[in-house]
């Protein structure tokens, strides 16, 4: 076991709301782990006993108390504002993760134990920046992929990639951390606690560019228990480089909760990152622990996000299906189910579908601006597209 360790060049973000009774096994596998990192509790304006929890349970681990719960997405944001390590790892207060997962991700991304240097890597190989053709949809904003956190909500627009001033071109750091400097983030093997199967081997997109959990309740074992390239890393168990996720604009805290992982992957691809998936990485989830998928907010925070991140990164052709499509499904809805629309779900009331798009309006302008932001990126939102959309994975080094 190694302990905690401020020296580290890794720190370990875990975001919670009244997640008291979670805290304890969450902190214990980080405590346990056999790589050196420093662990950052954010206290997203809990009011149960986390603060006492941490106080007197927890004095090993730095906390930063948020007076408003922020959502995910915005303790995350909040504390990238504290992180000066080169790598940071994100882990659900709900999971677990085994004692080799720091270590295993580690080596998806091919950095080893450093001590507070910088990779300062750009990372970006600028290939593929074809346009091609897109061949997608669109979509109706639903699906459902439980997502994870995420933060930010800035627009990206400045473009600052916080690094070090370290040029980072052979992938080494003066202090000794190593790896492929085109990595940007690896994601973990993600088991539900429950019965074993697969919570999220990669985050994927379907052909209407909805995102889900890759293998999400299929058993453990092949094909998921081989590194791949995902279009996307699940914010609930990952490990990524400061440098890039800040050169991109970081996370978008508007999101609140949900689909902030996979704007975020769409944004360091387009960079010319790569995102792996290391099997080797393994946690445990307790799925929907800390949110209820089957409530408004769950179906509202999804669904509207879906939407902001094709209005922030989709070709134009797929917003306007995507948002055509919604329309449709909104009004056939209300038409054929009336009032009984919420009894299947509340995705298909009329009332909930409207109140998504007026948020989406409400938030269009800072999702055009990040939009703008990106607009310069070597990989065309076409090509983007055009490899990623229904390709669940593709075989490390074909990318």
């Known amino acids: 076991m190694v302990a905690h360790s401020p020296s580290s060049d890794l720190t370990v973000v875990v975001v919670t709301w009244n997640g008291a009774h979670l805290l304890p096994s969450c902190l214990d596998s980080l405590r346990a782990q056999t790589r050196s990192h420093r662990i950052l509790v954010v206290d997203n304006g809990s009011t149960d006993d986390t603060s006492t929890y941490l106080r007197e349970q927890a004095t090993d681990v730095d906390v930063l108390t948020l007076p408003e719960n922020l959502g995910f997405a915005g303790g995350i944001r909040a504390a990238m504002d504290q992180i000066t390590t080169p790598l940071v790892a994100l882990l659900n207060n709900d999971a677990t ?6 270590a295993e991700l580690c080596a998806g991304l091919g950095a080893t134990d450093g001590s507070d ?23 109706d904003g639903s699906d459902g992929s439980d997502g994870s956190d995420g933060s930010d909500g800035s627009d990206g627009s400045d473009g600052s990639d916080g690094s070090d001033g370290s040029d980072g071109s052979d992938g080494v750091a003066a202090n000794g951390t190593v790896g492929d400097p085109r990595i940007a983030a690896v994601t973990s093997r993600l088991l539900l606690a429950a019965d074993g199967r697969i919570n999220n081997a990669g985050g994927a997109l379907t052909r209407w560019a909805a995102g889900y959990d890759r293998g999400f309740g299929e058993p453990d074992g092949p094909p998921f ?42 944004r360091l691809r387009r960079a010319g990152y790569q995102i792996r998936y290391q099997p ?18 769950f179906a509202f925070y999804n669904q509207r996000n879906q939407l902001l991140t094709l209005v922030r990164n989709a070709p134009a052709e797929l917003i306007a299906l995507v948002v055509l499509r919604f329309l449709m499904v909104t009004a056939v809805d209300a038409v054929r189910l009336g009032t009984q629309g919420q009894a299947r779900g509340h995705q298909h009331s009329a009332r909930h579908r409207v109140r998504v798009l007026l948020d989406v309006l409400r938030l269009l302008p800072g999702a055009l601006r990040a939009r703008r932001a990106n607009a310069g990126n070597p990989v065309s939102r076409r090509s983007f597209t055009r490899r990623w959309l229904g390709v669940p994975s593709r075989p490390i080094g074909r990318d």
């Open 97 to 102: 993760a085994e004692p080799d997962w720091l």
């Open 280 to 297: 080797s990485a393994v946690v445990r989830h307790l799925h929907s622990a800390t949110s209820d998928q089957s409530s408004a907010s």
């Open 225 to 266: 228990d081989a590194p791949v390239e995902v279009a996307a890393f699940c914010g609930g168990a990952a490990l990524l480089r400061t440098g890039p996720m800040r050169e991109v604009g970081g996370m978008a805290a508007d999101f609140f909760l949900y689909y902030e992982d996979t704007d975020l992957s769409w």
């Open 117 to 139: 240097g910088s990779d300062g890597s750009d990372g970006s190989d600028g290939s593929d920046g074809s346009d091609g053709s897109d061949g997608s949809d669109g979509s």
